[in-house]
């Protein structure tokens, strides 16, 4: 139990364009799910929080704008990358907290590449 | 939350127990420790978490210092599946809507 399932798993997109990616819960509700970003070599960077039915709240230096965040029901959360460029290109991860207290399940990843 | 402290990385034999140390020095009364692990270009997995007991599960062990200021996370018999970065991560509650902050992690790799 507590899946959650990122799509894609990889893309390619040209400089300029946006990308969406989904993460979704299987088989739990997730209210608020979490969106991260990790540069090769490097640990993950929290960028923002995806709560149901209200506005993301964005961590410091993460621009609002560009990436856009949806949750619009309590088991899918979107990410869309606007106008891309190659230094958004990384691994972007999603998580959500599945009920009865145990960790945070996580999605398998995305990894973008901007050419 | 309070911070972290673990070695950059350590090695063992495969079949061996892998002890992987985390320092929390500051950690508050109230505060869980929580052991996630991320195999390479794949998203982290929880391990374990525990608050002030030992815990065990069926991946790993956890072991927490009686002042609660270190714990060491226990693979008994290491595979080379268990090749990652294994992040030790303190904090406050189960909440949902806690945040989850990643350190760097300590990188395990297991030999044959």
């Known amino acids: 139990g507590a899946v959650v399932s990122q799509h894609p798993s990889r893309v390619i997109c040209k400089s300029g364009t946006s990308v969406k990616i989904e993460c979704r819960s299987l088989?739990?509700?997730?209210?608020?799910m979490f969106w991260y970003r990790q540069f090769p070599k490097q640990s993950l960077m929290l960028m923002a929080t995806s709560n149901e039915g209200s506005k993301a709240t964005y961590e410091q230096g993460v621009e609002k704008d560009k990436f856009l965040i949806n949750h619009a029901s309590l088991t899918l959360s979107t990410l869309t990358v606007t106008s891309a460029h190659p230094e958004d290109s990384s691994f972007y991860i999603c998580s959500a907290p599945p009920p009865g207290g145990r960790g945070y399940t996580f999605g398998s990843g995305t990894r973008l590449t901007v050419v | 939350d309070a911070k972290t402290t673990q070695p950059p990385s350590m090695d063992c034999a495969e079949g061996r127990a892998a002890n992987l140390p985390c320092n929390h020095s500051t950690i508050s009364g109230n505060e869980y420790v929580y052991w996630y692990r991320q195999i390479h270009s794949q998203g982290p997995q929880y391990i374990i978490h525990?608050?002030?007991n030992n815990e065990t599960n069926e991946m790993a062990s956890l072991i927490i210092t009686e002042d609660r200021k270190s714990s060491t996370l226990i693979l008994p018999h290491a595979t080379l599946r268990d090749t990652a970065v294994y992040y030790c991560i303190v904090r406050f509650s189960t909440g949902a809507n806690s945040k989850l902050t990643f350190g760097k992690g300590i990188t395990l790799s297991v030999r044959p």
């Open positions: 525990g608050l002030k």
């Open positions: 088989d739990f509700q997730a209210t608020t």
